[in-house]
């Protein structure tokens, strides 16, 4: 298939890559010349082609798949000038992975649709290890015919695939994800915390946790990273904030009381606050740790 892909960073780099690897021809759009880079060699045999707008991209196209930070990159993409509305061929499908509200996929589904433009909004989990290895789990809204037209791209690039619902219902589960993520990782950060600062091997905890009814995988990767103090970015701070301010909007709208991610939620605005927010989001551990005050144990004498 022609491809277009749009949003080449963290995630969407290594995404289109496994695309172009499984034989299908990518048409590329990027604000910066150097996020075309690694795509040099597949342009020298033809395996992709670099474009002047996302308009050209869309042309050329028959599924365009978007990566990018936020719903108004999205919607800027889609509907802006030279976008991709004003390019589309007939039949072209829009495939949005990022992470974005329910009510603004709905919204660019509504747009596009206008245009005769078929959209799935399809985020992702897994970070850019799943990227890589092309083990996402992929969480997809839209009409049942669209689906099954990308879901052979969705096979290249991940393992778990599901068609939640109609539209925005992909961000809806991604949504959730987000509120078990985050508060997970809090929790596993406040964990390790507590037994380092009462004397205990932070990294025994962890062993003994794992084989009770406290694993999870959040515990035994992201547990592993931070005794590791391994705060290479995977997935950064400042994504898990933005993510988990998205799931508080939405549950704004709905009048809903969800008090342990907006704990998290607090957590992760104060990890970017203080200088945090370009590291992995299990640097909240650092927060944690900053804001200790070891006290005299009262059985300590």
């Not at 999205?74 to 009510?103: K, N, R, Y």
């Not at 809090?186 to 037994?195: H, M, R, S």
Request: charged share 20%; aromatic share 4%; glycine share 12%.
């Amino acid at each position: 298939m022609h491809i277009g892909f749009i949003g080449l960073g963290l995630m969407g780099r290594p995404m289109a890559l496994r695309l172009e690897r499984a034989g299908h021809t990518l048409h590329l759009w990027a604000r910066r010349q150097e996020s075309l880079a690694p795509f040099a060699d597949a342009q020298a045999t033809g395996r992709a082609r670099f474009h002047a707008t996302p308009a050209e991209v869309a042309r050329h196209a028959e599924v365009v798949i978007t990566m990018l930070a936020a719903a108004p990159d999205v919607e800027g993409i889609c509907f802006g000038a030279d976008g991709l509305a004003s390019g589309a061929a007939p039949g072209l499908v829009v495939v949005d992975m990022s992470t974005i509200g329910p009510q603004a996929a709905r919204q660019i589904g509504l747009g596009l649709a206008e245009h005769n433009i078929g959209f799935i909004d399809a985020p992702v989990s897994g970070g850019e290890v799943g990227a890589i290895n092309a083990t996402l789990s992929i969480m997809a809204g839209g009409t049942p015919g669209h689906f099954e037209k990308v879901r052979p791209l969705f096979e290249k690039m991940g393992q778990s695939i599901t068609l939640v619902g109609s539209c925005g219902a992909g961000q809806v589960a991604k949504a959730c994800n987000q509120i078990l993520a985050g508060v997970t990782t809090l929790a596993v950060a406040e964990a390790l915390n507590l037994a380092r600062q009462s004397g205990v091997d932070p990294a025994r905890v962890r062993e003994a946790l794992l084989g009770g009814f406290a694993y999870s995988r959040i515990l035994e990767n992201h547990g592993r990273r931070m005794l590791e103090r391994d705060f290479k970015p995977g997935f950064k701070a400042w994504m898990q904030q933005k993510d988990l301010r998205l799931v508080m909007e939405e549950a704004h709208c709905l009048g809903l009381m969800l008090p342990a991610t907006a704990a998290a939620a607090q957590m992760f605005n104060a990890a970017v606050g203080h200088g945090l927010g370009a590291e992995d989001a299990i640097a909240v551990l650092k927060l944690l740790e900053g804001s200790a005050s070891p006290v005299q144990r009262k059985d300590a004498a």
